[in-house]
């Protein structure tokens, strides 16, 4: 994917707003789709493929908290999604990140902020070069250069932050990360503890069998996480 000419969405029911962030993103290289509602970025979304979605939370009806909630439960194809939100609590971050968002902006916001941290989902969407040879965790196979999950029936989609933190954990196998090592990871500014746990737990489901009783991806109390991959 060439990152300047991904196609992205744009879901936001302010009409004023929504044209000028397409003809921003638009100026910059990016294909654009828009979305007035949540109603109307599924019917894009059963037609079109999309590399991004920038999706804002205060929407009447479905909210873009709900509508991603939705998305990852219906097992719906994976796309990294930026919440826009006028709450900015840190509660009200956790639960964008719970529901599934890979990253936030608090409004109003600087449209090259905006831009930078499409860019930075973007990036983290690609496989590092240096990452070659697939890891084994129990019945699953990770594919780091195809950026996929395999298990025993089919592909196991992840999210883009839980493709982000599988990616640093498999550069580095049986080392401990720390939370700023996996805050980076994320491009997160801050390193909020809550919110990698919550990313952390998320990747869990997909690669444990019992994510209460971690095989291969285990917290190390005081320090960070380590990933031990095997059969």
């Known amino acids: 994917m060439n990152i300047e000419s991904a196609h992205i969405l744009l879901v936001d029911d302010d009409s004023r707003l929504r044209a000028l962030l397409n003809r921003f993103l638009t100026e910059n290289g990016f294909r654009v789709t828009t979305a007035e509602n949540a109603a109307d970025a599924r019917d894009k979304l059963r037609f079109m493929d999309f590399d991004l979605m920038v999706l804002d939370?205060?929407?009447?009806?479905?909210?873009?908290?709900?509508?991603?909630?939705?998305?990852?439960?219906?097992?719906?194809?994976?796309?990294?999604?930026?919440?826009?939100?006028?709450?900015?609590?840190?509660?009200?971050?956790?639960?964008?990140?719970?529901?599934?968002?890979?990253?936030?902006?608090?409004k109003p916001f600087d449209p090259r902020i905006l831009l930078a941290r499409i860019r930075a989902m973007l990036r983290r969407a690609q496989p590092p070069a240096s990452l070659t040879g697939p890891l084994q965790l129990g019945d699953a196979i990770f594919d780091p250069v195809r950026a996929e999950l395999i298990g025993p029936q089919n592909r196991?989609?992840?999210?883009?932050?839980?493709?982000?933190?599988?990616?640093?954990?498999?550069?580095?196998?049986?080392?401990?990360?720390?939370?700023?090592?996996?805050?980076?990871?994320?491009?997160?500014?801050?390193?909020?503890?809550?919110?990698?746990?919550?990313?952390?737990?998320?990747l869990r489901r997909k690669i444990e069998r019992d994510p209460r009783?971690?095989?291969?991806?285990?917290?190390?109390?005081?320090?960070?996480?380590?990933?031990?991959p095997g059969p």
Request: charged fraction near 25%; avoid cysteine.
């Open 156 to 202: 196991i989609r992840l999210s883009g932050a839980e493709l982000s933190l599988l990616m640093a954990f498999a550069a580095r196998p049986h080392e401990i990360l720390s939370r700023e090592a996996l805050a980076a990871a994320l491009d997160l500014d801050d390193v909020n503890e809550r919110a990698i746990d919550v990313q952390v737990t998320r």
């Open 57 to 106: 939370v205060m929407m009447p009806g479905e909210t873009g908290l709900d509508l991603t909630n939705n998305l990852r439960a219906d097992r719906a194809p994976v796309m990294p999604i930026l919440l826009l939100t006028a709450r900015g609590s840190p509660e009200d971050i956790i639960a964008g990140f719970e529901a599934g968002a890979d990253d936030y902006l608090g």
């Open 213 to 228: 009783e971690p095989r291969f991806l285990h917290t190390v109390r005081g320090k960070g996480y380590i990933l031990k």
